[in-house]
């Protein structure tokens, strides 16, 4: 289930408020431009289904969204717990980080954590399968698969190059709680 928590950026064991209804948290974090939907897609994607399968599965909602924001690019990823990379990939995004282009992610399965910096305060949402979040450019923000990464993220990106993140240098990400999993 998809969960928002909001703190103050000063407070991180003092939350504000903490939503689990769909509609809510696209509210609440609509007022941030940033975007949250749910899709749910006519065919059901299994954990094993190739990169092919998995974008023709939500190609409609792929071809509305570049016809909406002019994207130039997806794809998919995924990682799991036996991932021998995880823990340096972990530490890569879990640092406060901006992007030129906006942070499009929809989750075909298992879960992440993505954490906002806006107005002083810090916007945690666990993102589960079927949620669908964009992340303006330029928004502060950074990401926790967790110790034990399980999930599949279709990718959409304004240019060809895809993810490149320019790190802030703060480190109010290390004091805000992770993603146990």
């Known amino acids: ?26 509210k609440e974090l609509a007022a941030l431009g940033v975007r949250f939907e749910r ?3 006519e065919s059901e994607v299994q954990a094993d289904d190739d990169n092919e399968t998995i974008l023709l599965a939500y190609d409609e909602e792929i071809q509305k969204l570049v016809s909406e924001r002019g994207y130039k690019s997806w794809d998919v990823i995924s990682l799991n717990a036996k991932h021998p990379d995880k823990v340096s990939l ?33 916007y945690a949402l666990l993102c589960t399968k079927g949620d669908l979040i964009s992340v303006p450019a330029r928004t502060k923000h950074w990401f926790d698969m ?3 990464p399980e999930f599949t993220c279709i ?6 190059e895809g993810w490149v993140a320019d790190y802030t240098g703060d480190k109010i990400a290390a004091t805000f709680p992770l993603l146990e999993n």
Request: hydrophobic share 35%.
């Open 39 to 41: 899709w749910k897609s």
């Open 146 to 148: 967790g110790p034990n």
């Open 90 to 122: 972990r530490a890569k995004f879990t640092d406060e980080h901006t992007h030129a282009e906006d942070e499009v992610r929809f989750f075909v399965r298992g879960s992440g954590l993505f954490v906002m910096h806006c107005e002083q305060k810090v």
């Open 155 to 160: 990718r959409v990106f304004n240019s060809p």
């Open 1 to 26: 289930m998809s969960q928002l928590t909001i703190y103050p950026e000063v407070e991180p064991d003092n939350a504000l408020v903490s939503m689990t209804d769909p509609g809510d948290i696209s």
